[in-house]
Nanobody, 115 residues
Framework: QVQLVESGGGLVQPGGSLRLSCAVS????????LNWYRQAPGKPREFISFVSTSDLTNYADSVKGRFTIFRDNAKSTTDLQMNYLKLEDTAVYFC?????????WGQGTQVTVSS
């Protein structure tokens, strides 16, 4: 059974930092591209970042320079370091593992940026 479990969300003030983690089990994570998405209330799910199997990374323009994605194949995890958080970063954050058309999702973790 494939499971992805996000953690690390919470309430943070604007300008603050959070580090999200996603623990993956049930698959050989080294074979999968690892992604982060987010979904704000009333909005569609939005791509944030991915890290490929060869450690290539990509970021949405909205988070470029503020967010950094990591993967650790030995621990079967992907982390998302989020710095200089803004009010508009408030959303539920999801990780996913993708191999071609095969995609597995976590249940999400809430990030709220508020003063």
């Amino acid at each position: 059974q494939v499971q992805l479990v996000e953690s690390g969300g919470g309430l943070v003030q604007p300008g603050g930092s959070l580090r999200l983690s996603c623990a993956v089990s049930g698959i050989s994570v080294s074979r999968y591209q690892l992604n982060w998405y987010r979904q704000a209330p009333g909005k569609p799910r939005e791509f944030i970042s991915f890290v490929s199997t060869s450690d290539l990374t990509n970021y949405a323009d909205s988070v470029k320079g503020r967010f950094t994605i990591f993967r650790d194949n030995a621990k079967s995890t992907t982390d998302l370091q989020m710095n200089y958080l803004k009010l508009e970063d408030t959303a539920v954050y999801f990780c996913s593992a993708q191999y071609g058309a095969e995609v597995h999702w976590g249940q999400g973790t809430q990030v709220t940026v508020s003063s």
